[in-house]
């Protein structure tokens, strides 16, 4: 089993473009980003996810691995919805532009564009077999969406949001029939974009829509003296049925501070105090619909 660290992949939007609900900010420049991703891989996470659609986020890595010859991170990324064109080229274009020989994983960027791409993916599977891509995914929302790719065999990946609120009690059940399918579950929106860090009665819309779930999250930490990041990130790597964790950072020292904190171990029963968490309007937990 991959010990905690090794199942962390680093998500890259943060990178290319204006990212995360308390970051005035905005993206770092280059030279954070780096450090961050230097940081990264000396820690033992050699996967970034990243795609065409994050602003600078491709041209980015290319330049870093570049600049360092020795360090050389697995690719995921992902095409989006109005893609038209040729498969092979576009594959070839993004692994020229992300300084790669292949891509650990190529994913559509939504439900949407996996229907639209469909007629692409024998494509796809010549390309894998040709050694270009390892895996192909589909990055969605929605548990209705996961249960239209199960049966694909094609498909080998399925990134969807999960986290304390977006819980076991939600996506557990989602969660066996991705393992018992034989494909790959990558997870993201483990600090629901930055939600879990804000004072539950600011002028955000959504926290105050969740402040009694929030409300209990900090009952729950203070309860169990840990931090609100410990308790995020460790029930997310925590989970037997997630083979690896997304994570997002707009900086350093919050990357420094995900790394310590995941060698924390959480206990069972606060997992369960945490899995019988049950929100009931579950858009609240899909930042696609917050605007
Ligand atoms: N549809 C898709 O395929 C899709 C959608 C979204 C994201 N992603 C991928 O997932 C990656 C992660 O993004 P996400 O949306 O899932 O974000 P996330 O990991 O849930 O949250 C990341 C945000 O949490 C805050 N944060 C992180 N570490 C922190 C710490 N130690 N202390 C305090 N705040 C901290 C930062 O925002 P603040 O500083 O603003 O608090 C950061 O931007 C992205 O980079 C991208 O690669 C994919």
């Not at 199960?150 to 986290?163: A, G, K, M, R, V």
């Not at 829509?209 to 990130?233: P, R, T, W």
Request: hydrophobic share 40%; charged share 25%.
């Amino acid at each position: 089993m991959l010990d905690k660290i090794q199942k962390l992949i680093l998500g890259t939007v943060q990178f290319g473009l204006d990212y995360g609900i308390n970051n005035p900010a905005g993206k770092p420049r280059e030279a954070e980003v780096e450090k961050i991703l230097v940081r990264a891989y000396e820690s033992g996470i050699k996967c970034l996810d990243t795609a065409e659609a994050y602003g600078t986020a491709h041209r980015i890595i290319g330049n870093f691995h570049k600049k360092y010859p020795d360090i050389r991170f697995d690719i995921i990324t992902k095409i989006p919805g109005n893609f038209h064109g040729s498969i092979t080229t576009k594959i070839e274009s993004y692994l020229k532009e992300l300084n790669v020989d292949s891509l650990k994983g190529f994913l559509f960027h939504s439900f949407e564009s996996y229907q639209l791409n469909k007629d692409k993916i024998v494509k796809l599977s010549a390309l894998k077999a040709q050694g270009q891509i390892e895996s192909i995914g589909v990055s969605v929302y929605t548990n209705l969406e996961i249960d239209k790719i199960l049966q694909d065999e094609f498909i080998d990946i399925i990134q969807l949001p999960f986290n304390l609120l977006d819980n076991i009690n939600l996506r557990g059940e989602m969660l066996s029939k991705i393992n018992d399918s034989g494909k790959i579950v990558h997870t993201r929106s483990a600090f629901l974009q930055g939600l879990f860090f804000v004072e539950s009665d600011c002028d955000n819309k959504i926290a105050r829509c969740l402040k009694e779930e929030l409300d209990y999250l900090k009952k729950v930490a203070i309860g169990n003296s840990i931090s609100m990041q410990k308790l995020a990130i460790n029930y997310c790597l925590q989970q037997p049925l997630i083979q690896n964790v997304l994570i997002g950072v707009d900086n350093l020292d919050q990357l420094n501070q995900n790394l310590s904190d995941a060698n924390y171990l959480l206990k069972s029963n606060l997992i369960n105090q945490i899995d019988k968490i049950m929100v009931k309007q579950v858009d609240l937990l899909n930042p696609s619909l917050w605007n």
